[in-house]
């Protein structure tokens, strides 16, 4: 299994929106409607944003938002502040118990 | 609550097997739907699944690695431990523990240890 695709970086200003996007195949991200996201700063351990693609753990913002259209799922992050500036991860379930992860992104807030 | 904590020697040499130990608490892994997993992290590089084991005892490992993984559960012991064998530089990560659940939130990883730092360095 490949890793799935995310743009290394995506910037944008406090306030605004920004999608990451984490293209996968039709045997992980297109088969099931069950990518998560994870948000990761500098010296931190990952934390859950999303899971089954559109659910949020409670605690999470409801800034933050998933999709999915075909094989790619996108994170939105929507009224940007600078505490989003962090790194990003999506992962998929790929069948048979196992998942993959995406290359991450570098989300900087101007 | 939900807590993981990882353990295991900061460095290792070249070749050696490299035992790491996730302590938890707040769960049972006997519990059906439950599963801890290991996922490590390169400096300056992205997450990678290393191995999961499921509450049935299922396990599961990444097809690059799978010759050198083995993972093991004690649930007397609220304990998970990874096997990696061969240890190579290219293996120096903060390797984590977290976990996770079939149902919800469905093989997402919602609690996470620290991470353990493993250098592999003669």
């Known amino acids: 299994q490949s890793a799935l695709t995310q743009p290394a970086s995506v910037s944008g200003s406090p306030g605004q929106s920004i999608t990451i996007s984490c293209t996968g195949t039709?045997?992980?991200?297109?088969?099931?409607?069950?990518v998560s996201w994870y948000q990761q700063h500098p010296g931190k351990a990952p934390k859950l944003m999303i899971y089954?693609?559109?659910k949020r753990p409670s605690g999470v913002s409801n800034r933050f938002s998933g999709s999915k259209s075909g094989n790619t799922a996108s994170l939105t992050i929507s009224g940007l502040q600078a505490e989003d500036e962090a790194d990003y991860y999506c992962?998929?379930?790929?069948?048979?118990?196992?998942?993959?992860f995406g290359g991450g992104t570098k989300l900087t807030v101007l | 609550q939900i807590t993981l904590k990882e353990s295991g020697p900061t460095l290792v040499k070249p070749t050696q097997t490299l035992t790491l130990t996730c302590t938890f608490s707040?769960?049972?892994?006997?519990?059906?739907?439950?599963?801890v997993g290991w996922i490590r992290q390169p400096p300056g590089k992205a997450l990678e699944w290393l191995a999961l084991?499921?509450?049935?005892?299922?396990?599961r490992y990444s097809p690059s690695l799978k010759s050198r993984l083995t993972i093991t559960k004690d649930t007397s012991k609220n304990q998970v431990v990874l096997i990696m064998t061969n240890m190579d530089p290219v293996d120096t990560a903060t390797y984590y523990c977290?976990?996770?659940?079939?149902?919800?939130?469905?093989?997402?990883?919602?609690?996470w240890g620290q991470g353990t730092l493993v250098t592999v360095s003669s």
């Open positions: 977290a976990h996770t659940h079939t149902v919800t939130p469905a093989f997402g990883f919602d609690f």
């Open positions: 707040g769960f049972s892994l006997s519990t059906s739907g439950v599963g």
């Open positions: 084991i499921y509450w049935d005892d299922d396990k």
């Open positions: 039709s045997s992980d991200v297109g088969s099931y409607n069950l």
């Open positions: 089954e693609g559109s």
């Open positions: 992962c998929s379930y790929a069948g048979s118990r196992w998942g993959v």
